[in-house]
């Protein structure tokens, strides 16, 4: 018996919604600063996706859905403070046979990395968040921010050179040697 094309329509938009809500809620808090607004940023997504059916973005439902998330997150954004900073990254999960040193040494490098992350312009901050730690091409992110592929790398290519540069002046003398020496 073949399945009715609601219940292939529900069972499309649950399997979204189960797979997608979490990376965008978490997109929608680092444009927002709020996770409440978050939640109902991304709620709102999922709104006009059910309004807009599968039929004209399924092969591209990913990114239209951050561009859809972003643009309401944005509209959001326009009575609050314009630039908040990316204060939230995804959490490594712990090896039970990690080194108590070296957990704080990644700690200690990871608050840094965050602390250069939030003194990014927002476009870069925003960029470097959509490929890395919501594993966007390149193509898709400039369907999401509406800006070319090329502006795209350039950005994402900038941020980590700015960090990187930031990072080797941030650390400690006899680090900065060892690099030299290796």
Wanted: charged share 30%; glycine share 6%.
């Amino acid at each position: 018996m073949m399945a009715k094309p609601e219940s292939s329509w529900g069972d499309w938009l649950r399997s979204i919604l189960e797979r997608h809500e979490p990376s965008l809620v978490r997109y929608a808090y680092r444009l927002t600063g709020d996770v409440e607004v978050a939640r109902d940023v991304v709620q709102d997504t999922f709104l006009v996706l059910c309004r807009q059916g599968p039929g004209s973005i399924e092969d591209h439902v990913v990114p239209w859905l951050f561009r859809v998330c972003r643009n309401r997150a944005l509209d959001v954004m326009k009575t609050r403070h314009p630039d908040s900073p990316i204060t939230e990254m995804e959490h490594r999960v712990r090896d039970e046979h990690d080194d108590p040193g070296d957990l704080l040494e990644r700690k200690e490098k990871m608050s840094l990395i965050l602390d250069l992350l939030g003194t990014l312009p927002r476009n870069q901050r925003e960029t470097i968040a959509l490929k890395f730690q919501h594993g966007l091409s390149y193509k898709e992110i400039s369907s999401v921010t509406g800006l070319s592929v090329t502006n795209v790398g350039f950005l994402i290519h900038t941020g980590l050179k700015t960090i990187k540069e930031r990072l080797s002046l941030e650390a400690p003398p006899k680090e900065r040697v060892l690099r030299r020496v290796k």
